[in-house]
């Protein structure tokens, strides 16, 4: 079945220091979204990316979504501790229209 | 985006009973969708809640254990029937409304604990 891997798992940086997680779609994606969940609360949308190549910024956090829409990447310049959490990547199911399914997440944590 | 009140924010519960979560949006909103996250994991799936119609289950979920309902366009049910330790996680709703680059947005969650 389809499959959204996101690499690593888990990442400890040192504050200041810059973090980069990485989405792997089993599947050609029409878009891919990007959510960030702090420990204890709930996915918060951050971001969503359409285009082939596309790469979007907001802030410190680089977004891109890969030539073949397989795979996507966000980058985070320079972590502070708000950035702790974990940050998923969703691609629309090949099973129904505006169903997402959520890769496998990466949890950051900061270290002050 | 919407504004999503979900409650019980947390229960714990007796094995073989049910808890009905409810998923109240501040607006009409065209797509609801129900997930599960165990701890420390991903979200999964459960259902696509219709308004006015049967929900649609992902495979590995059924009517039968989590029946679902959405009677309008900013509510929605979902019962955990007949619960076991396994049944165990966080439960969350979400919206999103069709052809807006809003994301999706979810509920604060209900933590769920079977004993």
């Known amino acids: 079945g389809q499959q959204v891997m996101q690499i690593p798992q888990y990442q400890h940086v040192q504050e200041g220091e810059d973090f980069t997680t990485y989405c792997n779609s089993s599947?050609?994606?029409?878009?891919i979204q990007w959510y960030k969940q702090r420990p204890g609360g709930h996915p918060v949308f951050l971001i969503q990316?359409?285009?082939?190549?596309e790469v979007k910024k907001q802030k410190r956090l680089t977004f891109q979504f890969g030539e073949a829409k397989k795979n996507s990447s966000l980058h985070i310049t320079a972590t502070q501790t708000t950035d702790v959490g974990t940050y998923f990547c969703?691609?629309?199911?090949?099973?129904?229209?505006?169903?997402?399914?959520f890769g496998t997440g990466t949890r950051l944590k900061v270290l002050a | 985006s919407a504004v999503i009140s979900q409650k019980p924010s947390r229960d714990i519960c007796q094995r073989g009973t049910s808890l009905t979560i409810q998923c109240q949006v501040d607006s009409q909103v065209t797509m609801m969708f129900w997930y599960r996250q165990q701890p420390g994991q991903s979200l999964t799936l459960i259902a696509t809640?219709?308004?006015?119609?049967?929900?649609?289950?992902e495979s590995g979920f059924v009517i039968d254990k989590f029946p679902i309902s959405r009677p309008n366009l900013t509510f929605s049910t979902l019962t955990v029937s007949n619960m076991s330790p396994e049944d165990s996680s966080i439960y969350l709703c979400s919206v999103g409304h069709r052809g807006r680059d809003y994301g999706y947005t979810f509920g604060s969650g209900t933590r769920l604990t079977v004993v």
């Open positions: 969703a691609g629309p199911s090949t099973s129904g229209t505006y169903k997402y399914i």
């Open positions: 599947t050609t994606l029409s878009n």
């Open positions: 990316l359409v285009k082939s190549g």
């Open positions: 809640a219709n308004q006015g119609s049967e929900a649609t289950y």
